[in-house]
């Protein structure tokens, strides 16, 4: 029998967590009608699942330092 090793996964390896609008405008230290209004303006990359808005914080982080974020 093989020695199997087991191994943990690294963050880099995890897979991105999900997070909703009320957590992207605590996290951009914004108001959660600057995000609708960052979305509807398409200045904000974003996912829809059912009525919500979902976002991938590695998504938004390119966006500002792309510059495409302005108020």
Same mark, same amino acid.
């Given at each position: !029998?093989?020695? /199997? %090793?087991?191994?943990? !996964?690294?963050?880099?390896? !995890?897979? =991105? @967590? #999900? %997070?909703?609008? =009320? ?5 951009? *230290? %914004? *108001? ?5 209004? #960052? +979305? ?7 996912? @829809? ?7 991938? +914080?590695?998504?938004?982080? /390119? #966006?500002?330092? @792309? ?5």
């Amino acid at each position: !029998m093989k020695d /199997e %090793v087991q191994r943990t !996964m690294t963050a880099d390896e !995890m897979p =991105e @967590k #999900w %997070v909703n609008l =009320e957590d992207i405008a605590d996290y951009l *230290s %914004v *108001s959660n009608d600057t995000i609708r209004n #960052w +979305i509807k303006d398409g200045k904000l990359p974003y996912y @829809k699942a059912g009525k919500r808005y979902k976002f991938k +914080i590695s998504e938004v982080d /390119e #966006w500002l330092r @792309k510059g495409k974020i302005t108020e």
